[in-house]
Nanobody
Framework: QVQLVESGGGLVQPGGSLRLSCAAS????????MAWYRQGPGKERELVAT???????NYADSVKGRFTISRDNAKNTVYLQMNSLKPEDTAVYYC???????????????WGQGTQVTVSS
């Protein structure tokens, strides 16, 4: 059974921080790259950050310097630390498993339910 469960979203003021978590089943987590996507209202789903099984990371230009993706292989969990949040970061955030070839990320068709992040005063 493949399972991805996102958590940690909520309402935060501009400039604030939030940490998202994604718990994955061992079968999908092991040896795979992981990623965070987001989808704002009326927008296409956007790749935010990726992390290879060995720890190499890549980020969308819009979040570089503000977001950090990490993984705890022992816990089968991937995290997204979001700092200096902006209103344009408002979206539903999804985690995903896939493969990385350098900076290129290829997604598998496995998605969680997503967690809502709202950045507003």
């Amino acid at each position: 059974q493949v399972q991805l469960v996102e958590s940690g979203g909520g309402l935060v003021q501009p400039g604030g921080s939030l940490r998202l978590s994604c718990a994955a089943s061992g079968s999908i987590f092991s040896d795979n790259a992981m990623a965070w996507y987001r989808q704002g209202p009326g927008k296409e789903r956007e790749l935010v950050a990726t992390i290879a099984s060995g720890g190499m990371t890549n980020y969308a230009d819009s979040v570089k310097g503000r977001f950090t993706i990490s993984r705890d292989n022992a816990k089968n969990t991937v995290y997204l630390q979001m700092n200096s949040l902006k209103p344009e970061d408002t979206a539903v955030y999804y985690c995903n498993a896939g493969r990385k070839y350098g900076s290129v990320y290829i997604a598998f068709d496995y998605w969680g339910q997503g967690t809502q992040v709202t950045v507003s005063s």
